[in-house]
């Protein structure tokens, strides 16, 4: 039964990315494109060779760690929306840390403090989100995404000042130098060790929720935070954590994207963090799922820029529509599903737990 | 008046109704009653047009009728009140009575409606603020509205399902005689009950459903309390273990002194003060939404502010710090849905919620997933749960199984303190004596039971000590030395 509920999500999401990117194909094959021509771009864009495979797995990277992000706070009942303010605060740390705020000019040491710099400071940006819950009782939904445009700002400022570039008036950081860039594991590609920790941390986050302690309570708290409550879980104490590991991770992976892609930080920063939601909700909050999912959407990214690339005057944003799509029609897909599991057993369960 | 002819209804594989035939006469009170799963609510959803029967006929004053909706049961004089009122709480009592009578769009239907509710009213003897939202009216009066609302539909059929269910006893007592009156000026009613004692106090005929069949259908006169029950579970009526009289000097376990609660800026609970001992069940009966809830949550959470003080005490020293409030408490709350289990979680996670991360179910922070099946098995056994397997979601059994894994997993370890709220709410006939039994088996072993309690008699059946909730304030009785009645009247806040 497990399994074939499994299997049945799995086959559900599958669909959905299929039945998305060939609607959005459609529409352009009634836009008077090539659809074929299209989708062989786009396929070459993104695992053509080893150089495209390498940027989808590099593009993959903060797409995960921002999606582990969400799915690990939603799995808790931890609505944290705000991965794109924590993601460009570890960003920014990271960067400081890498450039103008530097402990050691020792190489192994700059790269560890500058990584988990930008993950502590992620997590504390998103625990200021929590303390407001939990003290002043601002919800977290609200907090979280009112701090991404703090947190925009703020890096912008001090992009302008403490942390800016010598010879430009732009809010943009001085470039890390060659050395204190993360290790890459093919070389002349962006494919760096970040990547690799980010597949790592998806597998650990799922032993986590499946086989301890931490990882049940977090789920019941998440489903029924009442009854947790009552079986003695603490409640306050766990979502504090997740909010913490969760804004963590998104600050990981602005770390990595600042220390293995970039290698300097404007405030335009890309919106990985709000991308990470859809990527979490693809995957079903599973962390295993989650890593599929943000596969796809990163090598849809990668292949949509071989697309505009080509004469066929297409904007690489095409991979927006098709991510936007594909949650619309999983969305749908998972309605009709619940639908039909709910409806008969409800009514039998109505019929036989009569008077409630 | 009404007679349905051998109406058969499935759900699935599930049957819910097989055959039953039943008449019901204009001018006399009938009951339907059977247990949780028996078909009462899916007999009565058929009669009020909520569900197509698959076989079967219903005759309306000797004709045949089809009754496809609400609409067409109010049409034809059928008004239901339904357990839990099916009120707009921002409305006011005569708006809902008005929604309910569909002619709201033009005011001359409205005038007609209201005049209809005035003269119901009148026969009834009743005074309704019908002006007020409902919102401010009390359960009993809330209970009023929806009968009158039923009987704009004309009074021909009141169909009432559980009508007692959050009534203290003097309101039980004014229900019976607006329904004798309605019986006696030609309305027929219709009352679906599981309480035994309280369908031979008015019905004249009653029929008796047992997982889907009428096991009996006919007058109501010669039968004793002991051969309805016997009918209604098809075997016999489980007994209530027998209670030897409390320890003398037993040590406290709970104390509660001088407690009071706010709740935005109303005060909850005034000046509170209570003890319970080992060895004893002291019964806190009330009306529903007397500060019942707020002395829950202050004894299950001392960080929720309260003013006051709160001692829980233990013969055993070394539960570990951090979790053993909890591990030295047995909580059975009234919500089991919401407070007590996670329904969409399995069987084996919603037993282990209280001890998952004890040894030996968990080591080093890992769970430790063998050893949770055998344990949950071993008191799936012990309390007699039924359900398909392990992994099954807790949402998917039935109330009462779902009632006892919530016994199972607090009464297991032998709690020294229990905490039960409404521990019967929505179970039948044996699942309540199970739990009842189980509450006075623990006291018996020296626990200090703390029974909050909506249902009198249920409550005095097994207390030593029975005090009174009411607006907040506690007030103590001598039970076993006081009568019901006046048990009844501090219930409704009238000092005696």
Redesign the interface.
């Known amino acids: 039964?497990?399994i074939r509920q499994s299997l049945l999500s799995v086959g559900a999401t599958v669909m959905a990315c299929a039945a998305a990117f060939g609607a959005v194909l459609l529409v352009l094959w009634a836009c008077g494109y090539p659809p074929l021509g299209i989708l062989h771009r786009w396929l070459i864009g993104a695992v053509g060779n080893s150089y495209y495979i390498s940027n989808s797995l590099a593009e993959t990277c903060p797409l995960l760690l921002t999606g582990l992000a969400a799915g690990i706070a939603f799995r808790s009942g931890v609505l944290n929306i705000g991965a794109q303010g924590q993601f460009l605060i570890g960003a920014m740390v990271s960067v400081g840390l890498a450039t103008r705020w530097q402990v050691t000019p020792a190489v192994m040491p700059t790269i560890v403090i500058a990584v988990v710099g930008g993950a502590v400071g992620g997590g504390l940006w998103a625990v200021l989100a929590g303390a407001l819950e939990r003290w002043r009782g601002v919800p977290v939904v609200l907090s979280t995404i009112l701090l991404n445009f703090v947190a925009f700002y703020l890096v912008e400022i001090i992009l302008s000042g403490p942390l800016q570039a010598h010879g430009t008036s732009a809010p943009q950081s001085a470039e890390i130098q060659g050395r204190y860039w993360l290790p890459v594991l093919i070389k002349f590609s962006s494919l760096h060790i970040g990547v690799l920790l980010a597949f790592c941390l998806a597998a650990l986050l799922y032993v986590v929720n499946r086989?301890?302690?931490?990882g049940?309570?977090t789920?019941?708290t998440g489903?029924?935070p009442?009854?947790?409550?009552?079986?003695?879980i603490?409640v306050a104490r766990q979502q504090m954590t997740v909010i913490f590991v969760s804004g963590g991770l998104a600050g990981l992976g602005g770390a990595f994207q600042v220390l293995g892609v970039t290698h300097f930080l404007i405030a335009n920063f890309g919106s990985y963090g709000y991308a990470g939601i859809a990527v979490a909700l693809l995957g079903r909050l599973n962390p295993l799922g989650i890593a599929f999912s943000a596969l796809f959407f990163g090598m849809l990214d990668t292949g949509a820029l071989r697309v505009e690339e080509s004469s066929l005057g297409l904007p690489h944003n095409i991979a927006d529509v098709v991510k936007g799509t594909v949650l619309l029609v999983m969305l749908l897909l998972l309605a009709f599903i619940n639908r039909r599991r709910i409806s008969?057993?409800a009514?039998?369960?109505?019929?036989?737990?009569?008077?409630? | 008046m009404m007679e349905i002819r051998n109406i058969s209804k499935r759900?699935?594989i599930?049957r819910?109704l097989h055959n039953v035939s039943m008449r019901v006469q204009a001018g006399e009170i009938n009951a339907v009653v059977g247990e949780?799963?028996?078909?009462?609510?899916?007999l009565m959803n058929i009669l009020f047009g909520l569900l197509p029967p698959d076989a079967g006929t219903i005759l309306f004053n000797g004709a045949p009728v089809r009754i496809t909706s609400p609409a067409v049961a109010r049409r034809m004089g059928i008004g239901m009140v339904h357990?839990h009122f099916k009120l707009a709480p921002a409305l006011s009592a005569m708006e809902n009575i008005i929604l309910l009578a569909g002619r709201g769009l033009i005011s001359g239907g409205r005038r007609l409606v209201a005049a209809r509710a005035a003269e119901w009213q009148n026969r009834l003897g009743w005074r309704l603020p019908l002006d007020e939202p409902v919102s401010r009216l009390a359960i009993g009066q809330r209970q009023r509205v929806e009968i009158i609302q039923a009987l704009c539909a004309g009074g021909k059929l009141l169909i009432l399902?559980?009508p007692t269910a959050s009534l203290a006893p003097m309101e039980v007592e004014d229900l019976f005689a607006a329904l004798r009156s309605l019986a006696a000026s030609g309305t027929a009613v219709l009352f679906i009950s599981h309480k035994l004692a309280q369908v031979t106090e008015i019905c004249r005929r009653i029929t008796i459903l047992r997982r889907g069949d009428a096991v009996y259908t006919g007058e109501l006169a010669g039968l004793t309390h002991a051969m309805l029950a016997e009918k209604m579970i098809g075997g016999n009526v489980p007994q209530a273990i027998s209670r030897p009289p409390p320890p003398v000097g037993g040590e406290a376990r709970l104390a509660l002194a001088d407690v009071t609660v706010k709740r935005e800026a109303s005060i909850v609970l005034h000046h509170v003060s209570l003890q319970v001992h080992s060895g004893q069940i002291v019964g806190i009966a009330g009306v529903e939404g007397n500060g019942q809830s707020a002395l829950v949550e202050c004894i299950?959470?001392p960080t929720l502010p309260a003013a006051g003080k709160m001692t829980l005490s233990t013969t055993r020293d070394s539960a570990p710090q951090?979790?053993g409030?909890?591990?030295l408490l047995a909580?059975i709350?009234e919500d089991r849905r919401?407070?007590?289990?996670?329904?969409?979680?399995s069987v084996t996670?919603n037993m282990l919620?209280?001890r998952?991360?004890q040894p030996p179910f968990?080591r080093w922070?890992?769970?430790r997933f063998s050893t949770w099946r055998s344990f949950t098995l071993r008191r799936m056994q012990e309390f007699d749960i039924r359900c398909p397997d392990l992994?099954t979601p807790v949402g998917?059994l039935?109330?009462g199984n779902q009632q006892k894994l919530v016994l199972a997993r607090e009464l297991s370890d032998s709690p020294e303190f229990i905490l039960a709220v409404n521990p019967t709410r929505?179970l039948d006939i044996t699942a309540t004596a199970f739990v009842m039994n189980q509450l006075v088996r623990a006291r018996n072993a020296g626990a200090a039971v703390l029974l909050i309690h909506a249902d009198l008699d249920e409550l005095l059946a097994v207390s030593d000590r029975v005090a009174v909730m009411y607006e907040g304030q506690l007030s103590d009785t001598d039970w076993p030395h006081t009568s019901r009645e006046s048990i009844g009247r501090l219930m409704l806040g009238v000092r005696a």
């Not at chain 1, 009442?226 to 003695?232: F, T, Y």
């Not at chain 2, 949780?36 to 899916?42: F, R, S």
């Open positions: 039964m497990k086989q301890t302690v931490f049940f309570q789920l019941v489903l029924n009442r009854a947790a409550q009552l079986a003695g603490p008969p057993t009514k039998v369960d109505a019929a036989a737990t009569e008077g409630r | 759900f699935g599930f819910a949780n799963g028996a078909g009462k609510t899916t357990q399902d559980e299950a959470d951090r979790t409030r909890r591990q909580i709350p919401t407070d007590g289990l996670v329904p969409g979680l996670a919620l209280k998952h991360h968990a922070g890992f769970l992994d998917a039935s109330g929505g």
